[in-house]
């Protein structure tokens, strides 16, 4: 098993903090711990604990992939994957199915 390079983690949750314009003491009060140790994880010098990791991801609204590797999992094989296990239910789900991402793509296309 690879070990975590805390640094490069915490490097990623600066670069997504500064590009959302969120302020260090800021995103430390929405993940509820000190703006100290958040300072101490975007340096990679303190390890956090799974909860503060979600929370941060969380906050920052970004998978948990992004922080730890700096990629976003293929989102064409997530999605096959999932309409695989759709069509494997029935016909009726599927439609239902690939409305709902059509409608969430809309709406994303208008953020």
Known sequence: MNKLDYK??????????NQQHISQEFLAEMCDISPSFMGHIERGTRKMSLETFIAISLALHVSPDYL???????????????????KQNNEANYERYVSVIRALAEIADRL
């Open 8 to 17: 490069m983690i915490g490097e990623q949750i600066r670069y997504v903090r």
């Open 68 to 86: 730890l590797y700096g990629q976003v999992p293929d989102p064409d094989a997530a999605v096959a994957g999932i309409i695989e296990l759709v």
